[in-house]
């Protein structure tokens, strides 16, 4: 069965204290995996879009990686705007009924303080 | 441009209520899906729309059903409402039915809540 599983499920940093969230999955096949934040009542915000090991994506003060097996989201340096759920996604290779579905992990709760 | 728009924001409902939520895309936006997210989980998905039909559907009860019309807005229904259907519901819209490049653009969802 295809799984998503991020760790830790919340983190508490300092500003400036650098720190890497964790999305570890299981699929048949991935066609992509993908990050995103969501702050408190809102949909989830795009960050990075990864689809082969070894690739990585930066943005700011994020850096996404990937392997076969699971990926990381590197926060340097975090600001008190940085504070929000990271969501990692999965795609899986599409199904015999052509089914795009993403899967979700439970997210990890990021709270910086100043 | 307008993002994905979702209506309402909020809603209560109470057990056993019918409720209808509507998605309007990201104009040249062809295909949408529904996401369940409940409080502390994150998105399950429920139902994918490309083209004005239905290409994939989650594991979810047949209480829940939706459709696409032909300016590719799209709403979901829930009959028989339970209070374990309270969850944020977000619409996400893409160009392509597998999504792009940059994933799926989420709408900020519709709160429901079941009383």
């Known amino acids: 069965e295809d799984q998503v599983t991020q760790s830790p499920e919340a983190l508490r940093l300092q500003e400036g204290e650098s720190s890497s969230l964790n999305c570890s999955y299981t699929?048949?096949?991935?066609?992509?995996l993908f990050w995103y934040r969501q702050d408190p009542g809102k949909g989830p915000e795009f960050l990075f879009t990864l689809y082969s090991a070894g690739e990585e994506k930066e943005k700011e003060r994020l850096k996404a990686t990937l392997t076969k097996k699971e990926s990381f989201l590197h926060i340097t340096a975090p600001k008190p705007e940085d504070s929000a759920t990271y969501l990692c996604a999965v795609l899986p290779e599409i199904t015999t009924s052509g089914t795009y579905k993403y899967i979700f992990g439970t997210g990890t709760r990021l709270k910086v303080l100043a | 441009d307008a993002g994905v728009t979702q209506s309402p924001t909020h809603l209560i409902k109470t057990r056993g209520q019918h409720v209808t939520l509507r998605c309007s895309p990201i104009?040249?936006?062809?295909?949408v899906s529904w996401y369940q997210q409940v409080l502390g989980q994150g998105p399950q998905f429920i139902f994918q729309y490309y083209e004005k039909e239905e290409r994939g559907r989650g594991n979810f009860p047949d209480r829940f059903s939706a459709r696409q019309f032909p300016n590719y807005s799209s709403e979901l229904n829930v009959n028989a409402l339970l209070l374990g259907d309270s969850a944020l519901y977000l619409c996400?819209?893409?160009?392509?039915?597998?999504?792009?490049?940059?994933?799926?653009?989420f709408g900020s969802g519709t709160r429901l809540t079941v009383v």
């Open positions: 699929v048949s096949g991935l066609r992509g």
């Open positions: 996400a819209s893409s160009p392509l039915r597998g999504g792009s490049n940059y994933g799926y653009t």
């Open positions: 104009s040249g936006h062809k295909s």
